[in-house]
């Protein structure tokens, strides 16, 4: 078939792409600061840019693939991806935002008050995300070779390049706009295909072989062997592994306080269920109409190929460009959104040179550039992992990991930071090894190998028992100020209280509440009205700048209400 | 709280509304209507009595005593409560659903409207109540928070 028009739809895409976060560029440089025009932006723009970056080439493709090939079991993965955010909604979405921080390691610090806790949320954040990384680079590649035969390499080469080019020279602010636009886009792209493909089953009375199509294994829950443990290992690792994926948890920051970050995730919810309505369709009529393909090891292009199987002549390579445009809507907003949380993460942490601004600026561009070169690496090295199973261990790991610190450390005042960093250390290792070894093809045999193959039943409670028991065993080592971090992370923010002075971007030096003097003046070298009217700062170290003081400061407090205390 | 004074900000009332309607507070004007009670509400309670009490428990918060932690831990408490619940409902029911179908294999062989139940079950069920469980979470903790930032303004 001639793919002329799905490459001009990929191309297209990368250009638009391209030309909407230049757009956004320009906009956020005659704005002070893009995070703070951004709370302007009401809960559905804000969740249609968060659902954007959220639903990847796992959503998209990897869905349908894997209803497709295993049946029903796999409605798991839409469903959890939605219930975890719903987890989220009612554990971690006011008080993260109301913390403050902006990244997972920030909050380690503020929560914590242990550089060391950062230094280790750090790390797994850097791991989270490039695992996250390989699946989608992977779809790209797969998306390419569906349809241009070229090898996958090269669209995982296409993905990376313009991935870079985007986050290169804005960094975060530049993303935002991109992300909600991508989100219209993969939703356009599933959408109007399946209403020609419905209308074609319609007129089509009488489908090829029922009994194939709908063959008990499929129809039926719990094929296979040890199919509770892996659906409740599954239902597991997604229902609590959202909250700790570090690209979800910086899309908070662009809600302008707890309660309206509470309603974003709603209409998340929302938003999220209309799609995932859609991948499951694909899959269930590519059982009608392409079953070969699991046969073929192809189960994930069945989204792609659905069009050209049903019509033929200009409405198949119409409608098959749209969905590869959105496809490659997919893998951009996602791997991008991961990029630029990684990098910020990499740059301010681990690669840290000079103090200046201008040094920060080129730690996360270098960032940038190792964060995409790494990740591109493992995937050339990862073996045919399929890609939703992919995204459904790096799942795993921010479950076992991130989840019960952010659990333990927003609801539970005796959490200390040994007890934190020995729970990453014990679910983080467990995880990340059974991940490694799926990942890169090293199964076992018997009960062993299918924890490994499903870790989080197993990983979660160890994590968390952990995280309670050594926390329990050193007491005495509660953080300082964690009544005040407390009132930070849930009292509402009109109200005028003590939050204490935690600023991710002072993360090094926090100054006890009542001496400033001494711990001010080192710092005055990068204080920050150096990046003040001239190079309004690039990088998300510039612009996790202001807001921060918001949520402390009385700019939280909200125009209605009346001051007290005057 | 429902000591059944007027409250501030929150129109939503949740029925609050008679209660005060009733209470023959000497500042509340005859005048029915939204726009009159509102304005009476922001300056009726402004009486030095009422500002000697929001003064001291939002200090005691700030100097973290005993006190202002029982405030801030009471808030905590009925969120935490609220979202365990919501955990509750959604691991008793979608999160029983894999051992019921292991338990009764008879389910998977169900049809409804033509589509196998477990697939109903999965897909719009479970999204609808995802949906419904989160509108209710958000309506709830919001006024849980109305009522703690009541309780710090002394009504």
């Known amino acids: 078939m001639s793919n002329t028009a799905s490459i001009v739809a990929v191309i297209l895409v990368s250009i638009t792409s391209l030309a909407v976060g ?83 390691p920030d909050f380690a610090q503020l929560r914590l008050e242990s550089v060391v806790a950062r230094r280790v ?275 795993a790991v921010a479950a076992s990991t991130f989840c019960p610190m952010l659990l333990l450390g927003i609801w539970w005042r005796g959490l200390t930071a040994v007890g934190a960093i020995a729970g990453l250390v014990v679910g983080g290792g467990l995880s990340m090894g059974a991940v490694l070894s799926t990942t890169f093809g090293h199964g076992s045999d018997g009960w062993f190998g299918v924890v490994m193959t499903q870790p989080a039943a197993v990983s979660v409670p160890l994590s968390f028992a952990t995280m309670v028991l050594v926390s329990l065993a050193t007491r005495s080592r509660t953080p300082e100020h964690v009544s005040q971090t407390m009132v930070r992370l849930h009292a509402p923010e009109h109200i005028d209280l003590n939050r204490g002075s935690f600023h991710p971007e002072r993360w090094n030096r926090r100054p006890a509440r009542t001496d400033t003097s001494s711990v001010r003046v080192p710092e005055q070298a990068e204080a920050p009205e150096e990046r003040e009217p001239d190079h309004p700062g690039t990088g998300p170290s510039a612009a996790r700048e202001r807001p921060a003081y918001g949520s402390v400061g009385p700019t939280a407090r909200r125009p209605g209400t009346t001051v007290r205390r005057s | 709280m429902s000591d059944g004074s007027p409250r501030g900000r929150m129109p939503s009332g949740e029925g609050k509304r008679p209660v005060a309607d009733a209470a023959p507070t000497p500042a509340t004007r005859a005048t029915p209507g939204g726009p009159a009670r509102t304005r009476v509400r922001v300056t009726s309670p402004r009486t030095s009595a009422a500002r000697t009490r929001t003064v001291s428990i939002a200090s005691e918060i700030d100097e973290q005593t005993r006190l202002g932690e029982v405030y801030i831990t009471s808030l905590m408490r009925s969120q935490l409560r609220l979202a365990l619940g919501v955990l509750l409902v959604i691991a008793s029911t979608l999160g029983l659903l894999p051992l019921a179908f292991h338990l009764f294999p008879a389910i998977g062989r169900v049809d409804v409207l033509g589509v196998p139940l477990p697939w109903l079950l999965l897909t719009v069920v479970a999204f609808a109540e995802i949906i419904t469980l989160g509108w209710l979470y958000v309506r709830r903790a919001e006024r849980n928070e109305a009522t703690f930032s009541d309780l710090l303004e002394g009504r």
Not at chain 1, 51 to 70: D, N
Not at chain 1, 75 to 97: K, N, Q
Not at chain 1, 362 to 372: G, H, P, Q, Y
């Open chain 1, 22 to 104: 230049a757009f956004g560029l320009r906009l956020s440089r005659t704005m002070s600061d893009f995070y703070v025009a951004s709370r302007g932006v009401s809960p559905v723009l804000n969740a249609s840019a968060i659902s954007g970056e959220y639903l990847s080439a796992a959503s998209f493709l990897g869905v349908a693939g894997l209803i497709l090939a295993r049946g029903v079991d796999m409605l798991w993965l839409p469903i959890g991806w939605t219930a975890g955010y719903l987890l989220l909604l009612v554990f971690v979405a006011a008080p993260l935002r109301r913390s403050g921080a902006y990244t997972l």
């Open chain 1, 121 to 395: 949320s750090s790390l797994l954040v850097v791991a989270i995300g490039l695992l996250y990384l390989i699946p989608q680079f992977q779809g790209a590649g797969l998306t390419l070779r569906t349809l241009t035969g070229a090898p996958s390499w090269a669209g995982q080469l296409v993905v990376a390049l313009v991935v870079c080019l985007n986050v290169l020279p804005g960094g975060m602010r530049s993303v935002t706009l991109v992300q909600a636009f991508h989100y219209w886009l993969k939703l356009f792209a599933l959408l109007t295909p399946l209403f020609f493909l419905l209308g074609a089953l319609g007129s089509r009375s009488g489908g090829p072989d029922v009994g194939a199509v709908f063959a008990s294994d499929w129809v039926e829950p719990l094929g296979g062997e040890n199919a509770l443990y892996l659906t409740y290992s599954l239902v597991l690792a997604t229902f609590f592994g959202t909250m700790g994926l570090p690209h979800v948890v910086v899309r908070f920051y662009t809600n302008p306080d707890g309660r309206a970050s509470r309603r974003t995730t709603l209409a998340v919810l929302v938003i999220l269920s209309g799609f995932y309505l859609l991948p499951v369709a694909y899959g269930a009529l590519g059982r009608w109409f392409a079953s070969d393909l699991v046969a073929a090891g192809r189960a994930d292009s069945v989204v792609l190929e659905l069009p050209s199987r049903v019509f033929d002549g200009p409405l198949a390579e119409g409608l098959t460009a749209l969905l590869a445009a959105g496809a490659f809507a997919a893998f951009l907003s996602t791997s991008t959104g991961l990029v630029v949380s990684v990098a910020g993460v990499l740059s301010q942490d681990l690669v840290r040179w000079g103090g200046g601004h201008r040094q920060g600026i080129r730690a996360f561009r270098v960032s940038t550039v190792i964060v995409v070169a790494v990740s591109l690496g493992l995937t050339f090295v990862a073996v045919g992992v399929p890609v939703a199973r992919a995204v459904e261990l790096t799942f």
